[in-house]
Structure formats: C-alpha cells, structure tokens
C-alpha cells in the first residue's frame, strides 16, 4: 500500500473502542500508522477529525476522516475486501449481527459502566444486570444459529473480545466478576479461546500496565459519582 493508501488511526492503548479497530485492521492485514492520543490534552488533529465527539478511535484513510469504532469497522470491511470479512455477506445474517452488535454496544457497555461507578449492594445488582444481559446474548447468538466461537475474528468477536477480553484485569480492579464460565458458558469459552490468537496477543495491553490504569479510572469514576 503506497501513499494513495494512507492509513492513520488515532487512538488510545487502553480504549476498547480503539481496540476494535486496531484488531480489525490487524485480521484484514492492513498496515497502518497509529497516533497515540493523550485524552487529557488533545491534539489538533483529533479535534479537527472528530470536531462532534472528540472521542478515539479516528480513521483517516488518505486525509479523510472516519469516527465512532462500530462506524469505522464497517468501513474497513467494504473498503478492504481483502482477508477474512467482519460482517457476513448474507443480508439476513449481517442484520443479526448488526443487531447483537449494537445489543453489545448499548445495552452491555451500559451496564459494566455502572459496575464502574459503584459499590456494595448497588455494584453487585449492577452486576447482576450485566450477567443477564450475557445470558440474553448467548441465548440470542445460539438462536440465531450466529457462530460466536468460529477462529475468523468477525464483528461480534471482535465485539466480545475487546469488551470481556480483559476481564481478568477488571476482576482484579472491581472485585466481581464481569465474565462468568457458569453463567454463560459458550461466551467464556469463545472469549479466553480468541484470547490466544497471536493477533489478539499482539494488541491486549499488558496485564499490570492496564490494572494500574484502571484503577485510577475506578478512582475517578467512583469520586464523580460521590461528589
Ligand atoms: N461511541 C464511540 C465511543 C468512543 C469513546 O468513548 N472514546 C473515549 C475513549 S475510550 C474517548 O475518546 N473519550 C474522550 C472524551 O470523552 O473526551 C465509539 O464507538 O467510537
């Protein structure tokens, strides 16, 4: 790929969001130039891509800009038909994913952040939502007959994997479990299986590195909630 086909992201290391992508470039075999952005001092660049949101992870493919992960993951999949693909072809099928797709990006991510912003009785009902919600979504993915443990890294892996893939580190910072092999067996087992791929390997962030961080934003979140 030469300069017609420039790639950059802007991202963050510890983001789930920039992950998503960073993975799906990395299952298409894309190279691409990535810009670590600091979120507390945001540069230029990051404003002028995402001027609404101001948020990573920021596509710019060739000077132009692509924001908000899930938006930018479809964009990989039809501008590069090249390596395995993120969404299925078959429209009924792609419909389901889009929709445990956005289910994992509403509905689930709502709920863990909640387990961020509290403790006690309040944290364990909190948890408690995000368990039913994983049941909602195994029972779902087994109905729509949606292969969630293939090895191809399609959109609802990528999904799972950059949500749950760390689920050690957020045990250890939140005290409770996020991802529970009782509780929904098939989406533990397709998680800590995916966790082994050199390609995941390549982009989790270190155990150690990612619980110090988190627990600065345990502190954090937990001091906006008191204050
Ligand atoms: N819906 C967005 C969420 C992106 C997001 O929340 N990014 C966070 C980092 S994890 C961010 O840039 N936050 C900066 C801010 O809120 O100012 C997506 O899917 O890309």
């Given at each position: 790929m030469?300069?017609?086909?420039?790639?950059?992201?802007?991202?963050?290391?510890?983001?789930?969001?920039?992950?998503?992508?960073?993975?799906?470039?990395?299952?298409?075999?894309?190279?691409?130039?990535?810009?670590?952005?600091?979120?507390?001092?945001?540069?230029p660049?990051?404003?002028?891509?995402?001027?609404?949101?101001?948020?990573v992870?920021?596509?710019?493919?060739?000077?132009?800009?692509?924001?908000?992960?899930?938006?930018?993951?479809?964009?990989?999949?039809?501008?590069?038909?090249?390596?395995s693909?993120?969404?299925?072809?078959?429209?009924?099928?792609?419909?389901?994913?889009?929709?445990?797709?956005n289910?994992?990006?509403?509905?689930?991510?709502?709920?863990?952040?909640?387990?961020?912003?509290s403790t006690?009785?309040?944290q364990?009902k909190?948890?408690?939502?995000?368990?039913?919600?994983?049941?909602?979504l195994?029972?779902?993915?087994?109905s729509?007959?949606?292969e969630?443990?293939?090895?191809d890294l399609?959109?609802l892996?990528?999904?799972?994997?950059?949500?749950?893939g760390?689920?050690?580190?957020?045990?250890?910072?939140?005290?409770v479990?996020?991802?529970?092999q009782?509780?929904?067996?098939?989406?533990?087992?397709?998680?800590?299986?995916?966790?082994?791929?050199?390609?995941?390997?390549?982009?989790?962030?270190?155990?150690?590195?990612?619980?110090?961080?988190?627990?600065?934003?345990?502190?954090?979140?937990?001091?906006?909630?008191?204050?």
């Open positions: 030469g300069e017609e086909n420039k790639i950059i992201l802007h991202g963050t290391w510890a983001s789930l969001f920039s992950k998503r992508v960073e993975l799906a470039l990395k299952v298409k075999g894309i190279p691409y130039e990535y810009v670590e952005e600091d979120l507390s001092n945001k540069s660049l990051l404003l002028k891509y995402n001027p609404i949101h101001k948020k992870p920021v596509l710019v493919h060739n000077g132009k800009p692509v924001s908000e992960s899930l938006v930018i993951l479809e964009y990989i999949d039809e501008t590069w038909k090249i390596g693909l993120i969404l299925p072809e078959d429209p009924h099928e792609r419909a389901g994913v889009r929709f445990w797709a289910f994992i990006d509403q509905h689930v991510l709502l709920s863990v952040a909640k387990i961020w912003k006690g009785e309040e364990e909190a948890q408690e939502e995000v368990l039913e919600k994983m049941r909602i195994e029972e779902g993915m087994k729509t007959n949606l969630i443990c293939a090895n399609g959109l892996q990528i999904l799972l994997l950059t949500t749950f760390s689920f050690k580190a957020y045990e250890e910072v939140l005290g479990k996020v991802l529970v009782e509780n929904t067996p098939l989406l533990y087992s397709c998680v800590t299986s995916l966790n082994e791929l050199p390609v995941v390997k390549e982009i989790c962030p270190p155990h150690d590195k990612l619980v110090a961080l988190l627990n600065i934003y345990r502190q954090n979140a937990f001091k906006s909630t008191t204050n």
